[in-house]
């Protein structure tokens, strides 16, 4: 039981590339969530899925996208790379019991 | 809107000696609050949540929550501290809309000297 899995760990872009973060499940959660932590801004969320095929703007959505194209894993994109998005990323997941279960996250750093 | 504030950026305190971690809400409706807990290079952790019932949640690790509606406030709290506390610690509120949204507080590092 791996719980949550991220992939990358850590990921280096150019202002202007593009790349999808990769997070997957194995408890059959019907919710899952896109995080962003920054120093002194705690998390913001992103992106999340209340279940498969669905997916719903958070907090800071801008410049990032998703899918769920199966109920366990949940991506997260950066179509055009930029110096703000410069974060750690962190997916979680949960079910009915309100708690969250976090990934590893990824320290991804755009130049 | 609803919101989470933790008001002390860091916290010390001396091992042995009792804990306290502040955070206060504001939702409309009945809050679901939660505290995780996030170690170096890690991600956060459950610890313990408040959904309804008795005021005082016993959680993970010996730490425990009391739920203040008076004051709109959950605080972490723990008898006696330990290094291994050492950490990053996040209050969360689930939003009572519906929308399975959760709400980060900034976080509050404590730190427990030896």
């Known amino acids: 039981n791996a719980g949550v899995t991220q992939t990358p760990k850590f990921r280096v872009l150019k202002t202007g590339q593009s790349m999808t973060l990769l997070c997957a499940q194995d408890m059959n959660h019907e919710y899952m969530y896109w995080y962003r932590q920054d120093p002194g801004m705690g998390l913001r969320l992103i992106h999340y899925s209340v279940g498969e095929g669905t997916t719903a703007k958070g907090e800071v959505p801008d410049g990032y996208n998703v899918s769920r194209l199966k109920k366990q894993n949940f991506l997260l994109g950066l179509e055009s790379a930029a110096p703000s998005q410069t974060s750690v990323y962190f997916c979680?997941?949960?079910?009915?019991?309100?708690?969250?279960?976090f990934g590893p996250g990824t320290r991804l750093t755009v130049t | 809107a609803q919101s989470v504030a933790q008001p002390e950026d860091q916290v010390n305190v001396a091992e042995g000696n009792p804990l306290t971690v502040k955070c206060t809400y504001s939702?409309?409706?009945?809050?679901?609050l939660f505290w995780y807990v996030q170690y170096p290079n890690r991600g956060l952790q459950f610890l313990l949540k408040?959904?309804?019932?008795?005021?005082l949640v016993k959680g993970s690790y010996g730490f425990e929550a009391e739920f203040n509606k008076s004051q709109t406030s959950f605080h972490l709290k723990k008898p006696s501290a330990l290094v291994s506390d050492s950490a990053l610690y996040f209050c969360a509120v689930r939003d009572p809309s519906g929308t399975y949204k959760y709400i980060f507080g900034t976080g509050t590092r404590l730190k427990v000297l030896a």
């Open positions: 408040y959904i309804t019932g008795d005021n």
């Open positions: 979680a997941s949960g079910d009915y019991s309100y708690e969250q279960y």
């Open positions: 939702v409309s409706g009945n809050p679901y």
